[in-house]
Nanobody, 126 residues
Framework: QVEPIESGGGSVEVGGSLRLSCAAS?????????MAWFRQAPGKEREGVAAIYSRGTTYYADSVKGRFTISQDTAKKMVYLQMNSLKPEDTATYYCAAGSAYGLNSWSSVRRYGSWGQGTQVTVSS
């Protein structure tokens, strides 16, 4: 069995926490990369959750600011998403993506990214 790119998803109660991990080494390599987490709920568009550049600059969707934190371990080529104070509206499939920092699209545009993981499910129960 092949190890998944994303891991750490699961089912939690409202207010709980989860930490998602992304094996960035298994995604396409870009000279100047941007790494991001997206999520997609049933019937909704895939939306950007957070992004991080190689030098540490981060971006977050307004809906998760103050609750989620994206981080990376460049030595281990891992990207993480710490999710706290989870809400039912956070329920979605979460994807890790890699793209070029030179892309003309915004960080939250799916077209910015050329390499995606398989996704991990996050369910937050009321």
């Amino acid at each position: 069995q092949v190890e998944p790119i994303e891991s750490g998803g699961g089912s939690v109660e409202v207010g709980g926490s989860l930490r998602l991990s992304c094996a960035a080494s298994r995604l396409a390599t870009y000279a100047t990369p941007i790494m991001a987490w997206f999520r997609q709920a049933p019937g909704k568009e895939r939306e950007g959750v957070a992004a991080i550049y190689s030098r540490g600059t981060t971006y977050y969707a307004d809906s998760v600011k103050g609750r989620f934190t994206i981080s990376q371990d460049t030595a281990k080529k891992m990207v993480y998403l710490q999710m706290n104070s989870l809400k039912p509206e956070d329920t979605a499939t979460y994807y890790c993506a890699a793209g070029s920092a030179y892309g003309l699209n915004s960080w939250s545009s799916v077209r910015r990214y050329g390499s995606w993981g398989q996704g991990t499910q996050v369910t937050v129960s009321s």
